[in-house]
């Protein structure tokens, strides 16, 4: 059925009860990196190590301040009128070797009062177990690239559906991890920042899936009966789409490049226990051009295809932008798992970027176009947006009608995808509450509805105009006035 792509309302009224939020990272906005029992993870280990590996060897040892200062975000998470909050916990500080050998009570204390504080005022948090942020004591024994792991972070959800779950009804196993496989462990640009170029992505991400589909049984059968949460995992996608529509050979790249992207882990989670066919043969031919043995994307035992299988339950990505895509034959047979696919994936050169120097161009209508592609191809799922955000550069003004202008599109856009197309959007999460620590780019792209002063020790915040606007799409639940 086609949809007509034009809206006629004078306003834009979203569905009842639907989920307006913003989301945080404990590592971006937490700092406290070693108070109170708390153990190191890898990110305090990358950054302490300089090497310029972040911009200007900035660290979170601070950042935001949030550990010791709740208050001051909930302050803002009730200015906003928002429904839902969706962070993350530290790992290390409730469990500083990342084992239940030893917890962390201070870490507990700590989260226990932000759930209760926003259940308080009437704010659903949405709980994410591991945002990029590994105790370094589990690196050490190989992180990511050991099986060993899977049942180190089921013990792990277990103990956090145990202490919290009785509050906490909408979980995030893993935050994004196929970001996570390619810039920690195929490109080391992530720590522990060692490249295992065309091997590593394959290898960890076929731990986290199984990590998380163990973790989503242990909910289903220990504590979904009594606690009556879901649980499922964010994964990162931009929508790609063929950069001559009329060429097959386009169309099939971008294909390709939507299967890397977003169905490798989509399709054994949502479908059936396996990777996408397409990537399966790709991989499996540029190996044995390459003089291995075997394909370099490992294989689902059965059992654990069966285990995989239909272990999630709401489908969240975080949608920033679109590329473009043409079929490029990788002829030098280079060891990347981009280049497996043989596509070129480029931006229009016509698209606005949102900050000089950023990766982020605008382009609403992608969001539409990811939406309605899950909608097809993952049977109809609950769909949350679970980031969207738009960077600017430091010192940032605090009128950014440039971003507020990206959001609005993005709420038309989403608008669209539920009236016009039956997408079953049940929630938005805007990226970030506050300006953080933005990984890599440290403190030089701010992403925050509200402005940090990171020079004062105090680290005040303050609404950008884009939080006020945003905060009346909250209380009336949708755009009012022209559009």
Same mark, same amino acid.
């Given at each position: 059925?086609?949809?007509?792509? !034009? /809206?006629? &309302?004078?306003? @834009?009224?979203?569905?009842?009860?639907?989920?307006? %939020?913003?989301? +945080?990272? #404990?590592?971006?906005?937490?700092?406290?990196?070693?108070?109170?029992?708390?153990?190191?993870?890898?990110?305090?280990?990358?950054?302490?190590?300089?090497?310029?590996?972040?911009?200007?060897?900035?660290?979170?040892?601070?950042?935001?301040?949030?550990?010791?200062?709740?208050?001051?975000?909930?302050?803002?998470?009730?200015?906003?009128?928002?429904?839902?909050?969706?962070?993350?916990?530290?790992?290390?500080?409730?469990?500083?070797?990342?084992?239940?050998?030893?917890?962390?009570?201070?870490?507990?204390?700590?989260?226990?009062?932000?759930?209760?504080?926003?259940?308080?005022?009437?704010?659903?948090?949405?709980? !994410? /177990?591991? &945002?990029?942020? @590994?105790?370094?004591?589990?690196?050490?024994?190989? %992180?990511?690239? +050991?099986? #060993?792991?899977?049942?180190?972070?089921?013990?792990?959800?277990?103990?956090?559906?145990?202490?919290?779950?009785?509050?906490?009804?909408?979980?995030?196993?893993?935050?994004?991890?196929?970001?996570?496989?390619?810039?920690?462990?195929?490109?080391?640009?992530?720590?522990?920042?060692?490249?295992?170029?065309?091997?590593?992505?394959?290898?960890?991400?076929?731990?986290?899936?199984?990590?998380?589909?163990k973790a989503w049984h242990s909910y289903d059968s220990l504590f979904r009966k009594k606690q009556n949460g879901q649980v499922s995992l964010a994964i990162f996608s931009p929508w790609v789409a063929p950069a001559d529509p009329a060429s097959v050979t386009d169309q099939e790249a971008a294909k390709r490049a939507m299967a890397l992207a977003l169905d490798l882990f989509a399709k054994p989670i949502f479908i059936d226990g396996d990777y996408p066919a397409v990537l399966k043969s790709q991989v499996a031919a540029m190996s044995k051009?390459?003089?291995?043995?075997?394909?370099?994307?490992?294989?689902?035992?059965?059992?654990?295809?069966?285990?995989?299988?239909?272990?999630?339950?709401?489908?969240?990505?975080?949608?920033?932008?679109?590329?473009?895509?043409?079929?490029?034959?990788?002829?030098?047979?280079?060891?990347?798992?981009?280049?497996?696919?043989?596509?070129?994936?480029?931006?229009?050169?016509?698209?606005?970027?949102?900050?000089?120097?950023?990766?982020?161009?605008?382009?609403?209508?992608?969001?539409?176009?990811?939406?309605?592609?899950?909608?097809?191809?993952?049977?109809?799922?609950?769909?949350?947006?679970?980031?969207?955000?738009?960077?600017?550069?430091?010192?940032?003004?605090?009128?950014?009608?440039?971003?507020?202008?990206?959001?609005?599109?993005?709420?038309?856009?989403?608008?669209?995808?539920?009236?016009?197309?039956?997408?079953?959007?049940?929630?938005?999460?805007?990226?970030?509450?506050?300006?953080?620590?933005?990984?890599?780019?440290?403190?030089?792209?701010?992403?925050?509805?509200?402005?940090?002063?990171?020079?004062?020790?105090?680290?005040?915040?303050?609404?950008?105009?884009?939080?006020?606007?945003?905060?009346?799409?909250?209380?009336?639940?949708?755009?009012?006035?022209?559009?």
């Open positions: 059925m086609a949809f007509s792509s !034009t /809206l006629n &309302h004078e306003e @834009l009224t979203f569905p009842e009860g639907f989920c307006w %939020g913003a989301a +945080t990272a #404990a590592y971006q906005i937490e700092g406290g990196w070693d108070a109170d029992g708390k153990g190191p993870n890898v990110w305090d280990t990358f950054t302490h190590q300089g090497g310029d590996r972040v911009f200007r060897n900035q660290t979170a040892d601070v950042a935001c301040g949030s550990y010791a200062r709740w208050e001051e975000d909930l302050k803002c998470i009730k200015q906003l009128g928002l429904t839902h909050y969706r962070f993350s916990l530290s790992w290390s500080r409730l469990l500083p070797d990342g084992t239940t050998g030893f917890i962390n009570q201070k870490g507990i204390d700590y989260y226990n009062k932000m759930i209760d504080d926003l259940l308080a005022n009437g704010v659903i948090p949405m709980v !994410t /177990l591991y &945002h990029f942020d @590994l105790p370094q004591h589990l690196e050490d024994q190989g %992180g990511w690239k +050991t099986g #060993a792991i899977v049942e180190v972070f089921d013990a792990y959800a277990q103990f956090c559906f145990g202490t919290f779950g009785d509050r906490v009804k909408l979980w995030i196993t893993i935050n994004e991890p196929n970001v996570l496989a390619f810039f920690a462990y195929e490109k080391g640009k992530f720590p522990p920042g060692i490249p295992n170029p065309g091997t590593g992505a394959y290898q960890t991400a076929h731990n986290m899936i199984k990590a998380h589909a051009k390459q003089g291995f043995l075997s394909s370099r994307l490992p294989e689902f035992t059965e059992e654990e295809k069966r285990m995989i299988k239909g272990s999630a339950d709401f489908f969240a990505v975080q949608y920033y932008t679109t590329r473009l895509a043409k079929h490029h034959e990788n002829s030098e047979g280079e060891l990347n798992c981009l280049k497996d696919i043989n596509v070129e994936i480029f931006p229009d050169p016509s698209w606005q970027v949102s900050q000089q120097g950023s990766w982020i161009h605008v382009v609403p209508w992608g969001i539409r176009e990811l939406l309605k592609y899950i909608k097809d191809t993952y049977n109809n799922p609950v769909i949350y947006i679970t980031e969207n955000g738009f960077p600017q550069g430091d010192p940032a003004p605090l009128d950014d009608t440039q971003r507020w202008e990206y959001f609005r599109q993005m709420i038309q856009e989403l608008y669209k995808a539920i009236h016009l197309d039956e997408v079953n959007l049940q929630g938005y999460y805007v990226w970030s509450l506050l300006d953080n620590f933005e990984w890599t780019d440290g403190y030089s792209f701010r992403f925050g509805l509200y402005y940090v002063d990171f020079d004062n020790p105090a680290l005040p915040r303050f609404p950008y105009k884009s939080a006020m606007e945003y905060a009346k799409v909250i209380q009336n639940n949708g755009i009012k006035g022209p559009l």
